[in-house]
């Protein structure tokens, strides 16, 4: 009998379930949006309550339109945004703060100073750049700021995790408190080599031991949701973070494939298989996934705004009512119109990794227009992805042959377009753009044995479309790009983030 598959996917602006049938057709979604909460300039927060009772609906949801009870659910996986960090009162389950998110920069100042004295030996364990991106300097600020904080910990009172342990504890009645090894590595506590937390990274980071989730497979029957909440005690059978996710939906299982996806931020990963890639062009060394105790490794570079960079256009600037309507816009001129935009809304990631940059529109005269800006958004969300994609090529000895993409953004032909043409290689899109939910599905089944081995998996994959790159004369767009990248740079000096 083929299984009914739940992926919770609990990103950074909503939540989302989805029910997959046993042949990967999506048959039941459900999608909320949750409040995002700006308390000052480069700080990013969401109330830890409202992701889980939006989850919570998103699912109800995502079961009533595939017509599915909670007890036919055969196995449930989740992925979710990953550093995001949330701490809690391990007996009542109530959050003692604001979740941080990812893009948050409040603590850019103490990680800067961290980084200079103690960069390399961080990065060498952890894979990672000291950066305010990751969960291990969130916590000891959250622990510094919260009154009597630090001392609960301590005492072992209080509970960490990125957003999948926050769902499992809850879907748990607070039973199980996990995570897997590839939310685990995007902490700067935990050593990739080892496989395990860092007991002298958890010190230098003044993070209490007694706060983390134990850290396991990202395949298996991993804990049980509580009858009471989700309406069946059905396994919790595939973890993984939403970038590795995706990779694991994309299929993406030998060394050397690779993906992008175009979600809030984009995020390029590539399969490195057993083998930690120590980049010199400023990449992340990061866990895949683990699967019976074994590890898989990757090659990632973060840019922190694309998908957000088309939400302030719709809501900041007010030029387009729905995200969709971007590529309409767009094409309404055609081109750029002179126009760069830097899409720094929350610093730059990789390859440049400067907090303290800001968004920039350059080159703006009396004819631009809104078509000009929807267009320039494009191609900055395109450049910023060939910045990473072209420094990960170094690191790894190779040129681009492919990349595989996905996420919400990857349904815009013309972007798609674009990015084939800046990059010079194809794109291909598949059928499922969902691959972050899938990877969680796929994860789920493999955990409960409904797929025996990853090569069963491999004859899924299904195309939708290629993009061809189409010769075009780049020397000025990218120049354009260049300089305004450089003007951004160091714009700001973010105050008072000890």
């Not at 939006?54 to 989740?78: D, F, T």
């Not at 072209?390 to 690191?395: G, L, Q, R, V």
């Not at 599905?441 to 955990?447: E, V």
């Not at 044995?449 to 899924?460: A, F, H």
């Given at each position: ?141 959250i622990l510094g700021k919260v009154p009597g904080a630090r001392e609960r910990a301590e005492r072992g009172e209080l509970r960490f ?139 990632e570079g973060s840019v922190y705004i694309a998908g957000a960079l088309v939400q302030w256009l719709r809501d900041g600037l007010k ?180």
């Open positions: 009998m083929k299984p009914y598959l739940l992926a919770i996917d609990a990103g950074t602006t909503s939540s989302r379930a989805i029910v997959f049938d046993g042949d990967t057709k999506k048959i039941g979604l459900g999608q909320f949006e949750f409040t995002q909460h700006f308390p000052q300039p480069s700080w990013v927060e969401h109330d830890a309550n409202e992701i889980w009772t939006s989850q919570l609906r998103a699912i109800k949801e995502a079961l009533k339109q595939a017509k599915v009870k909670p007890h036919e659910i055969n196995a449930l996986g989740i992925t979710n945004q990953r550093e995001t960090t949330i701490i809690w009162d391990a007996a009542t389950g109530e959050p003692i703060h604001h979740a941080i998110v990812w893009q948050d920069r409040r603590t850019s100042d103490y990680c800067e100073g961290l980084k200079s004295q103690h960069g390399p030996t961080i990065t060498a364990k952890t894979g990672l750049i000291t950066d305010a991106y990751f969960s291990g300097s969130k916590i000891r600020w995790g990125t957003v999948d342990s926050w769902i499992i504890w809850n879907l748990t009645e607070g039973a199980s408190h996990i995570t897997d090894a590839s939310n685990a590595s995007r902490t700067l506590l935990y050593n990739i080599h080892e496989g395990q937390w860092d007991a002298d990274l958890c010190a230098l980071l003044q993070v209490p031991m007694s706060l983390l989730p134990k850290v396991v497979d990202s395949s298996g029957k991993l804990a049980h949701t509580s009858e009471k909440i989700f309406g069946a005690s059905v396994p919790i059978a595939g973890i993984a973070g939403d970038q590795q996710s995706a990779l694991f939906g994309q299929l993406c299982f030998d060394p050397g494939e690779a993906k992008n996806t175009y979600g809030t931020g984009c995020f390029a990963v590539t399969n490195t298989g057993k083998t930690i890639v120590n980049s010199t062009n400023q990449m992340l060394s990061t866990v895949a996934w683990q699967l019976n105790g074994e590890l898989t490794y990757a090659l030029i387009i009512e729905n995200s969709s309507d971007i590529e309409a816009l767009a094409l309404k001129e055609g081109h750029n119109g002179g126009i760069t935009i830097v899409p720094a809304l929350s610093g730059l990631g990789a390859p440049h990794w400067d907090a303290y940059a800001r968004g920039a529109i350059m080159g703006i005269t009396r004819g631009t227009n809104d078509s000009h800006i929807a267009y320039a958004a494009l191609e900055a969300i395109a450049l910023s992805t060939a910045d990473v994609l072209e420094a990960m090529a170094k690191d790894l000895g190779q040129e681009l042959k492919a990349i595989k993409v996905d996420g919400g953004a990857s349904a815009n032909d013309t972007m798609m377009q674009l990015q084939a043409n800046i990059l010079g290689c194809p794109v291909i899109r598949p059928a499922e753009t969902e691959s972050t939910a899938l990877g969680a599905a796929l994860l789920a089944g493999l955990g409960i044995g409904y797929w025996s081995s990853l090569e069963d998996l491999k004859p899924l994959l299904n195309v939708d479309e290629n993009f061809d790159p189409t010769p075009m004369d780049q020397i000025l767009l990218r120049d354009q790009w260049h300089r305004a990248i450089a003007a951004s740079k160091g714009w700001i000096k973010a105050g008072a983030n000890e």
